[in-house]
């Protein structure tokens, strides 16, 4: 009987679907859980904020809110291998902490993957600088792979911090 039920909570995680967004960065393919994201607009004009670190691009209004806008391709020192100029797209990401908006070229798409399909023994290859591991696992969708990060992790609390100083000096 403790077999069956057992067996039956890896049906059930194996089954589970994952609803994931998927934009490029640099030439690989990134993803964040679906709650992360609060929408997806056309970028604004960025108004760019003395002292803050490169990958803070400035801030933008968007739908009345002034927020940071980040380039996640800057801060992951991706920022040479693409050649297109200008990011199109903002993701913009929220929690009870910070609000925020994530630069991408491309037009996101959500993807639907099983639990079972994300690898999360990625532990190994992360940020030495961070002292939290921000890459949550690689998720192989066919011939793919999309490495999952949790945007919380990657704005530790410096950045955060800095952030709201900029949303705040607007």
């Known amino acids: 009987m403790k077999e069956d039920i057992s067996t039956e909570k890896q049906k059930n995680s194996a089954s589970r679907a994952l609803q994931v967004v998927v934009f490029k960065l640099g030439n690989e393919e990134y993803g964040l859980h679906i709650d992360q994201i609060k929408e997806v607009v056309i970028t604004p004009t960025i108004t760019r904020m003395p002292q803050t670190p490169s990958y803070v691009k400035g801030v933008a209004n968007i739908r009345g809110n002034v927020i940071a806008i980040f380039d996640l391709e800057d801060r992951f020192n991706l920022s040479g291998i693409t050649q297109d100029q200008g990011s199109k797209y903002t993701l913009v990401v929220e929690s009870e902490d910070v609000k925020l908006g994530l630069l991408v070229n491309e037009v ?52 955060a911090n800095t952030l709201k100083k900029t949303a705040v000096a607007a």
Do not use: C, W
């Not at 959500?110 to 023994?121: Q, Y």
């Not at 532990?123 to 002292?131: K, R, T, W, Y």
């Open 108 to 159: 996101p798409n959500t993807v639907s993957v099983n639990a079972s399909d994300l690898d999360e023994s990625v532990g190994i290859v992360n940020d030495a600088s961070v002292e939290t591991n921000y890459i949550k696992g690689i998720i192989k969708a066919g011939h793919r792979l999309i490495i999952l990060i949790d945007i919380f992790k990657v704005i530790d609390q410096e950045m």
